[in-house]
């Protein structure tokens, strides 16, 4: 079974920097869009970035500038490298992958890793 393992994460303060890692456990199947959501307390989950397999990115509006999204395809691994937080950053983040096992498309996530942004 596909797993993604997410590390990172934590408390910081606003305007700090965090890092988010998200490693898919398979060097068999194809993975091939990858993004980090987040949800808040009180709030739907929704899309922070993502990136195809082919490097081709986006952002929402927020982070727009100050988070970056890569991806090693190498060791099917994504990163959120987080900049300039703000306390309205402060959520769970989850990783996401679509991976295609034995030819069948699946949706993955991660376990949720926690983000607060202190003011």
């Known amino acids: 079974q596909v797993q993604l393992v997410e590390s990172g994460g934590g408390l910081v303060q606003a305007g700090g920097s965090l890092r988010l890692s998200c490693a898919a456990s398979?060097?068999?199947?194809?993975?091939?869009?990858m993004a980090w959501y987040r949800q808040a307390p009180g709030k739907e989950r929704e899309l922070v970035a993502g990136i195809t397999r082919g490097g081709t990115r986006n952002y929402a509006d927020p982070v727009k500038g100050r988070f970056t999204i890569s991806r090693d395809n190498t060791k099917n691994t994504v990163i959120l490298q987080m900049d300039s937080l703000k306390p309205e950053d402060t959520a769970v983040y989850y990783c996401?992958?679509?991976?295609?096992?034995?030819?069948?498309?699946?949706?993955?996530w991660g376990q949720g890793t926690q983000v607060t942004v202190s003011s």
């Open positions: 398979t060097r068999t199947f194809s993975v091939n869009d």
């Open positions: 996401y992958a679509e991976i295609y096992v034995w030819s069948r498309r699946g949706d993955y």
